[in-house]
């Protein structure tokens, strides 16, 4: 990796930060060498405020903790870096700088994961996702179970509609089941990723 040129304009280099898991672009801006060094030692993202100067943190998910520094990324040129970054925390579904919802792809369903840790942890009285976890891995593998089923039946009887909906309420409990497990979607999209052959 090559090392990062601040002789340049005000000695500021470019910096994207891109979500680690959805490779989703989070902010634009700018860095110096001490946050640079920050980044590389505390692991936090720190940006540069091109107006007062100050390295400011750049925070994220429901929380506005800090994002986490997985990896820097430096262009060969060493006039650019990458961010790459964890929210620490859930995420709220927002692309902090496209400033829109993640709505319409397959990103949601990392949020919607991260939704559910949160229910998880939070565990709040009458949701039907808290009542899951409260009744164990039995259940829950029990609902991964019929929604199967249906999802099944409105494959060879269904409506494309209906198959939808049941197929949505599979890959919810599918989730939910993830979670008790320990285990991200992203690692299945991984392992499919191991699988796959051009």
Do not use: C
């Not at 030692?41 to 943190?57: A, G």
């Not at 949701?127 to 593998?141: A, D, Q, R, W």
């Amino acid at each position: 990796m090559a090392d990062l040129n601040f002789a340049g304009a005000h000695g500021w280099v470019q910096a994207v930060v891109q979500d680690v898991r959805t490779n989703k672009i989070l902010r634009i801006g700018y860095i110096d060498k001490a946050a640079y060094d920050w980044m590389q030692e505390k692991k936090q993202v720190m940006l540069l405020d091109v107006h007062t100067r100050q390295l400011v943190p750049v925070v994220g998910g429901e929380y506005e903790k800090p994002l986490a520094v997985e990896a820097l990324v430096v262009n060969e040129s060493g006039d650019a870096v990458v961010i790459k970054a964890l929210p620490d925390g859930s995420t709220t579904g927002a692309d902090t700088f496209l400033g829109d919802k993640n709505a319409v792809d397959l990103s949601f369903l990392s949020y919607l994961q991260d939704f559910i840790e949160k229910r998880r942890r939070e565990m709040p009285e009458g949701s039907y996702t808290t009542k899951l976890f409260t009744k164990g891995i039995n259940k829950i593998t029990q609902k991964v179970g019929e929604e199967a089923v249906e999802t099944i039946i409105e494959a060879t009887n269904g409506t494309k509609d209906q198959f939808i909906y049941e197929a949505s309420d599979l890959i919810y409990h599918l989730i939910v089941l993830l979670t008790q497990m320990g285990v991200r979607i992203e690692d299945l999209a991984r392992e499919l990723k191991a699988r796959h052959k051009e």
